[in-house]
């Protein structure tokens, strides 16, 4: 039963143009969301998080945006730059939780 | 330097046996985590470990056993390996906060476990 699901295995985006990657989840006891990031032959290193508390966080060419009622969450890289293609993983949790790991999006961004 | 290790990086065995992998973490961290990826790139929790307590996902075999010899290390032991233990195993730690829900991993390279 996979309760964070990210429906896009890769996207590819021009230099200097935004991306978006997407993640949807299922339990809407979930109130804290993170997104990391895997380089190949790399562990996954910490991006961004947001809390159910606020709908948008952003740092500096990140940002998160959670829609609650569609239990979507979504991050946009803009400017993207090649050395931000990688895999993306968004995570869930609830409180006392484990977190649950989205399959990842692979990004390419194409100089 | 590096803040969580795992070895080996690379582990390729035969369906039957037994085999380690250990990880480190230098970070003063109060828990670790074991998490694996299969080949469907699901990345899940097997355990969450700290001095005072083990969290078992009630989905992993009891093949599978984790060893913490100190606060800086957990051990993943597994016996009888089967071919569906191929994956990639990931180590975490994270620093526990007062009034703090919830704290950042930091996660290890990755050991691949390939079982013949």
């Known amino acids: 039963d996979q309760q964070v699901k990210q429906n896009s295995p890769s996207l590819s985006v021009q230099e200097g143009r935004i991306s978006i990657l997407n993640c949807d989840y299922t339990n809407s006891m979930f109130d804290y969301f993170l997104w990391y990031k895997k380089y190949p032959a790399e562990g996954p290193t910490f991006l961004i998080s947001?809390?159910?508390?606020?709908d948008k966080n952003e740092d500096g060419r990140f940002t998160v945006f959670l829609n609650k009622s569609a239990k979507h969450l979504s991050l946009h890289i803009v400017p993207s730059q090649p050395g931000d293609s990688a895999v993306y993983f968004c995570?869930?949790?609830?409180?006392?939780?484990?977190?649950?790991f989205g399959t990842g999006t692979s990004l390419t961004v194409i100089p | 330097d590096t803040a969580v290790s795992q070895t080996p990086k690379y582990l390729v065995t035969q369906m039957g046996n037994d085999k380690s992998i250990k990880c480190e973490q230098n970070l003063g961290h109060d828990t670790m985590y074991w998490y694996k990826q299969d080949s469907k790139k699901f990345l899940k929790i097997m355990f969450s470990?700290?001095?005072?307590?083990?969290?078992i996902n009630e989905t992993v075999p009891n093949r599978f056993s984790p060893k913490s010899p100190d606060k800086a290390h957990l051990n993943l032991h597994i016996n009888s390996l089967e071919l569906g233990d191929s994956a990639v195993y990931f180590c975490?730690?994270?620093?526990?906060?007062?009034?703090?829900?919830?704290?950042?991993?930091?996660f290890g390279p990755g050991t691949r476990l390939t079982v013949l």
């Open positions: 470990y700290n001095n005072k307590e083990l969290i």
């Open positions: 947001i809390s159910s508390i606020k």
């Open positions: 975490a730690s994270s620093q526990d906060f007062p009034g703090q829900v919830y704290n950042e991993q930091f």
């Open positions: 995570a869930a949790s609830a409180p006392g939780n484990q977190f649950y």
